[in-house]
């Protein structure tokens, strides 16, 4: 083989490389998407009871933070990919494990139907950051900046359901969190950058 034709394979993998940086970004969002509706169909189911879902929710927490960390100089080392893929197996399999356990909630209750509704607007938020991502219209650096809210409105969500029942002046705080990030991520995605 000759110089030539090494330089191109190598450019040849670094073109395909980047790409691939790119869409594994979007790939980590819509896993958190696929988590949180895991979650969201737990307590619908009773699979789940609201304190499972918090502890639940602290694991989302813990991958939300490592992604703005990893996202916020616009792109992931492979190292920083390999952690983030652990973190999210991990997480993945305490909602398995969470789901067939002999503990079960009543998804009839109020702390419940609260805890659900949560969830199902962290399901909607975490979309919204994938679509941006999808579409262009958040850079990886915006959707670690959109993460770093979600970091907040996690904690916010496993914090009241740590004993197991959200009262609805926590939801009504959660709420209020879940509107600031919708917020947020209405401006990182309306603004002037693009990819």
Do not use: C
């Not at 979650?39 to 609201?50: F, P, R, V």
């Not at 914090?159 to 197991?164: I, R």
């Amino acid at each position: 083989m000759n110089i030539f034709e090494s330089t191109g394979i190598a450019l040849a993998i670094g073109v395909f490389s980047t790409g691939a940086w790119a869409q594994t970004a979007a790939e980590v969002e819509q896993r958190d998407v696929n988590q949180q509706q895991r979650i969201e169909q737990g307590l619908k189911s009773g699979d789940l009871s609201t304190k499972e879902a918090g502890a639940l929710e602290r694991d989302e927490q813990h991958v939300d933070r490592m992604q703005a960390n990893d996202l916020k100089h616009g792109s992931m080392t492979a190292t920083q990919q390999e952690r983030l893929n652990a973190a999210e197996a991990n997480t993945s399999s305490a909602i398995y494990a969470d789901k067939h356990n002999a503990t079960t909630g009543n998804p009839n209750s109020a702390s419940s139907a609260r805890m659900q509704t949560d969830v199902q607007r962290n399901v909607d938020q975490q979309q919204r950051i994938a679509n941006g991502m999808q579409s262009g219209a958040l850079t990886n650096r915006e959707a670690g900046a959109a993460e770093r809210g979600q970091v907040h409105v996690d904690r916010r969500e496993a914090n009241a359901a740590a004993n197991g029942h959200v009262s609805a002046a926590e939801q009504g705080r959660i709420q209020r969190a879940e509107n600031r990030q919708s917020n947020h991520i209405y401006n990182l995605k309306h603004n002037a950058r693009t990819k």
